[in-house]
């Protein structure tokens, strides 16, 4: 296919994936910030917030205090926030336009009718908290809807392998920002540990990667944070933890060395971080320190997706 | 004007035959249940994305074409009478072109003058001998028809460079057959869904001789930002072809190649939406990012087949236009079946003089114009704009020529008021692989909205209506 159209592709579910990553971050938020200040203290969860989408600096030059209306406004409308939900459903848009000969008409239908309604009903932003969870739902509906129409209509060939790349990519960016973002009330020698203060924490992180359910399944425990860390970081069952991200990755780079019958950078680099992640422990990784950790898989990561852009998208 | 000639309801009032199943069928329906199915074409319309994008108008970068849900009619008869003028017209069209950039008999022979040709900016010299592939010059054409009774149809337009519209031919067709199943079940309409693939094997057909068996053929779009790249992607998509831009081309030893996820590959036809002026910034336009530079060299070594061919422009401009029924003779040894509309060319002294005495009845275009633009509708225009008209021409008569406005055929048409008669013309999309003409039966009938309006373009807010050939 073409470089061109792969490298469509590969954006356009990373700009969905990044949508539905920052509805729920606003959706955690929110509900940690509606708890009464003995639940949370005073730190200022809509920093944090800022913190885990990467867009702190620049949101700062925009804004002079992150409150609940600034910090909501420039993840999800602000034209200013380049990955803002709403650039993030243009950006997908756009990408859509120059690769309907790559998608199905479901995938773009999705993507289209999003598109539509947010020039139409969601245009001028939210005013009330309900038109916010509304919003919020909308978008991850159309995050789901796109993933299930790609999933379901899309022909097993490199469009499909291309456009999963960018998905598993930025998932695991995304993952691994919040871990790194809260990997101090994950620490386990800090004092207030158990405190009602990080119980509500360690929920709004299992809640922004959709994974609070799926923690008691797990461990049929009560929130522990190195369980927490181990879910998100270790555990090959859930979708959205780097080890699981990091087993997509390279089976669908594998795919595309097979269709092509060849293979290069991409394939080790992949390979070998997950490697990585499939020999490691939570005891080693606390030993060493989370944040050391994540940093290098952070770095990892990109690395990984400017190797794919020089073998495949250029 | 005259009163114009209805398509249905003939020109007494009288029910024509191939409209009677469909006068029935709307005398049954209520008008809501009419006007909802015109909101769901349109919300169909809206969600598959079908846009048009107006250059100039930042409001509505993309923007729907109205559809207009009653279906035109043409009868079986009368579709076989054009079928055969338009392969006529077609196959002279692509002897002219062989002939003005080689041999040149039609210029000897005096049947066209030399300068209308030599002058013309949309000749190109870089084609002066150069062979094509199978001597096909206009692969695509679209010709527009209009109707001013029951027995005559004229050609208005020969588009001979990219004509565009063939995909609401397509979807107008799939439209229809999804919102009235019953319609259809009392008609027996010839279907279009054969074009993609005629298509495909048209561009085939015509790959130069050191492709392989299985020649690669890509379509050529400017981007996302032309106002028909909803077609070009339509196009891909049913053929089954990679949409290329410029920037995914790229020339090696005179031969063309695609950027893939698995390195260069070589293509051998390219279906080209981009203009001649784009194609390749090293012969043309040097400023131009849209083209691909060494692609007329390429060309040139017979590497590559573009279609349509580079310097069709001559063919469709509207001053050669004139000389059609003398072009068709001059090759073929037949009279036109189709006829031209009549035709002042104003680089004649005497057509001149008697365009500026008649400003106010006349339709004035500009040679080189497209899309609506650029023209003067006498009896619609004011003093004003008629008298800075009569100036233009003044200083460059060989720009314009001039037609009679036409009492154009009109078509039931759903509008505020209810149904009511709208002006139409049609679009034929006529083929031309490496030994055969095809069409299939159908086209794109534009529909001039507005009471009394004459302009179809949808550049200047015509719509578009299914159009049925009937199958017996």
């Known amino acids: 296919m073409l470089s061109r159209t792969a490298e469509n592709l590969y954006w356009l579910a990373r700009y969905v994936e990044r949508a539905e990553y920052l509805a729920r971050t606003i959706e955690a938020t929110l509900r940690v910030t509606a708890l009464p200040n003995t639940y949370i203290g005073k730190t200022n969860e809509w920093d944090s917030a800022l913190l885990t989408a990467g867009v702190s600096a620049s949101f700062y030059e925009v804004y002079d205090e992150a409150d609940e209306h600034n910090v909501v406004d420039y993840l999800s409308f602000s034209p200013s926030n380049p990955s803002s939900i709403k650039n993030c459903i243009e950006n997908a848009r756009l990408n859509s336009r120059s690769v309907r000969t790559a998608l199905t008409s479901e995938m773009w239908d999705t993507i289209n009718s999003a598109w539509i309604d947010l020039q139409e009903v969601w245009g001028k932003g939210t005013k009330t908290r309900e038109e916010l969870a509304r919003f919020l739902r909308f978008v991850q509906e159309t995050s789901l809807r796109f993933d299930g129409s790609a999933y379901r209509t899309m022909l097993r060939n490199d469009a499909y392998w291309f456009s999963r790349l960018g998905l598993h990519l930025e998932r695991a960016d995304n993952t691994a920002r919040i871990l790194d973002v809260k990997y101090h009330v994950l620490l386990p020698e800090e004092e207030h540990v158990g405190g009602p203060l990080d119980y509500y924490q360690w929920t709004s992180i299992l809640r922004s990667v959709s994974a609070l359910t799926a923690y008691h399944w797990v461990y049929r425990e009560t929130l522990k944070p190195w369980l927490i860390a181990d879910l998100l970081i270790l555990n090959d069952s859930l979708p959205r933890s780097l080890a699981s991200c990091y087993g997509n990755l390279v089976r669908n780079l594998d795919q595309i060395g097979v269709a092509y019958g060849r293979q290069g950078a991409a394939q080790r680099h992949a390979r070998g971080v997950r490697n990585r992640l499939e020999h490691s422990h939570m005891d080693d990784i606390f030993q060493h320190g989370v944040h050391e950790f994540i940093q290098e898989f952070i770095a990892d990561n990109s690395r990984l997706g400017e190797i794919i852009t020089k073998q495949y998208l250029i | 004007m005259a009163v114009a000639f209805d398509e249905m309801n003939g020109p007494g009032g009288d029910l024509r035959p191939a409209y009677r199943e469909l006068a029935r069928w709307l005398k049954e329906t209520p008008p809501d249940a009419l006007e ?86 949309v000749f190109r010299p870089e084609m002066n001998g150069q062979d094509v592939p199978h001597d096909v010059y206009v692969h695509i054409a679209g010709i527009d028809i209009v109707r001013v009774n029951p027995e005559e149809f004229f050609v208005l337009e020969d588009n001979a460079r990219t004509p565009s519209g063939v995909s609401y031919m397509l979807e107008n067709r799939e439209i229809m057959m999804r919102l009235f199943p019953d319609l259809f079940a009392r008609h027996r309409v010839a279907p279009v869904e054969k074009y993609p693939d005629e298509l495909l094997s048209a561009l085939r057909s015509v790959a130069p001789l050191g492709a392989s068996a299985e020649p690669t053929v890509a379509l050529m779009t400017p981007g996302v930002y032309n106002s028909a790249y909803y077609e070009h992607s339509f196009l891909a998509d049913k053929l089954g072809i990679e949409l290329v831009e410029g920037r995914d081309l790229i020339v090696k030893n005179d031969e063309v190649f695609m950027r893939t996820t698995e390195g260069l590959k070589r293509v051998d036809v390219i279906y080209r939406r981009v203009d001649d002026d784009f194609l390749d910034p090293l012969t043309f336009r040097p400023d131009s990012a849209l083209g691909v530079p060494g692609l007329m060299s390429a060309y040139a070594a017979g590497n590559v087949t573009l279609a349509n061919a580079v310097g069709t422009g001559i063919a469709d401009d509207k001053a050669v236009y004139s000389y059609m029924p003398e072009i068709v003779k001059f090759y073929l040894g037949e009279e036109p079946i189709l006829k031209n509309v009549p035709t002042w060319r104003c680089r004649e002294p005497r057509d001149l003089s008697y365009v500026l005495d008649h400003l106010s009845e006349l339709v004035v275009k500009e040679v080189h114009g497209s899309g609506g633009y650029g023209m003067l509708i006498g009896p619609a225009a004011t003093k004003a704009t008629i008298e800075a008209f009569r100036d233009k021409l003044k200083r460059e008569p060989e720009g314009f020529i001039a037609q009679p406005t036409l009492a154009l055929s009109t078509c039931p048409t759903c509008t505020e008021s209810g149904l009511a008669p709208r002006h139409v013309d049609l679009r034929p999309f006529v083929l031309t692989g490496s030994n055969h003409v095809t069409i299939v039966p159908g086209g794109l009938t534009r529909v001039a909205l507005k009471e009394g309006s004459l302009v179809v373009n949808s550049s200047q807010g015509g719509g578009t209506k299914d159009t049925w050939i009937l199958d017996e």
């Open chain 2, 36 to 121: 909802y199915r015109r909101q769901e074409a349109e919300l169909l319309f809206r969600r598959i994305g079908i846009t048009f994008a107006v250059y100039g108008d930042a409001e509505a970068q993309e923007r729907l074409i109205p559809f207009d849900v009653i279906p035109r009619i043409i009868s079986a008869k009368e579709w076989a009478i054009l079928e055969k003028g338009l392969k006529q017209r077609v196959r002279a069209l692509n002897m002219f072109l062989r002939d003005i950039y080689h041999g040149r008999d039609i210029l000897r022979a005096n049947i066209v003058p030399d300068d209308l040709i030599f002058q013309n900016p």
